[in-house]
T-cell receptor, first 113, second 113 residues
Framework: KAGVTQTPRYLIKTRGQQVTLSCSPISGHRSVSWYQQTPGQGLQFLFEYFSETQRNKGNFPGRFSGRQFSNSRSEMNVSTLELGDSALYLC????????????FGPGTRLTVT | AQSVTQPDIHITVSEGASLELRCNYSYGATPYLFWYVQSPGQGLQLLLKYFSGDTLVQGIKGFEAEFKRSQSSFNLRKPSVHWSDAAEYFCAVAQGGFQKLVFGTGTRLLVSP
């Protein structure tokens, strides 16, 4: 079974622009979560989607948004990019509860200049 | 609020020696605990998990972890380290009913010849 895929793997954007990242979960997984990883803040939860609905949200500004499609694929969007948004963005998929195992993709490395 | 503490930022172990990585959590109820490993430039790979039952859990790559409620700990162990184990290790906790992982700051493992 194919793992979680994320596209693109690397991205360079300019401050003020917006960006969309994509995540395809493992087949059969309906929950998709997003995390931001930075050297300073570590791994932080952004949000989780299940059945096209945001089910849980972390403590990030409204510039960070996401959505999930009927095939469980998910996208996250960051508007008005700031230098501090440079990070590795990780997507994870899982079966629904009671299983909490999340399987991570390779991540998208976003650099904001 | 939940939190996870990994007190060791770096650990160096000789190849063939045993390994123990420490993890302490703060959570009121029975936690769902995980260990993940991340190689440079990669996503996170699940090593093992604890939900309930036997407090000693076995994972992949020869790793095991022991849940000790009295000490709020979930330490990761391996009897004999291989050079390929050099990576960053993250302990994480999930609140029951939610697909949100709270991660520790990670421990970077270096393996010396």
């Amino acid at each position: 079974k194919a793992g979680v895929t994320q596209t693109p793997r690397y991205l360079i954007k300019t401050r003020g622009q917006q960006v969309t990242l994509s995540c395809s979960p493992i087949s059969g997984h309906r929950s998709v979560s997003w995390y931001q990883q930075t050297p300073g803040q570590g791994l932080q939860f952004l949000f989780e989607y299940f059945s096209e609905t945001q089910r849980n949200k972390g403590n990030f500004p409204g510039r960070f948004s996401g959505r999930q499609f009927s095939n469980s694929r998910s996208e996250m969007n960051v508007s008005t990019l700031e230098l501090g948004d440079s990070a590795l963005y990780l997507c994870a998929s899982s079966l629904d509860r009671p299983s909490y195992e999340q399987y991570f993709g390779p991540g998208t490395r976003l650099t904001v200049t | 609020a939940q939190s996870v503490t990994q007190p060791d930022i770096h650990i160096t172990v000789s190849e063939g020696a045993s390994l123990e990585l420490r993890c302490n959590y703060s959570y009121g109820a029975t936690p769902y605990l995980f260990w993940y490993v991340q190689s440079p430039g990669q996503g996170l790979q699940l090593l093992l998990k604890y939900f309930s039952g036997d407090t000693l859990v076995q994972g992949i790559k020869g790793f095991e972890a022991e849940f000790k409620r009295s000490q709020s700990s979930f330490n990761l162990r391996k009897p004999s380290v291989h050079w390929s184990d050099a990576a960053e290790y993250f302990c994480a906790v999930a609140q029951g009913g939610f697909q949100k992982l709270v991660f520790g700051t990670g421990t970077r493992l270096l393996v010396s010849p």
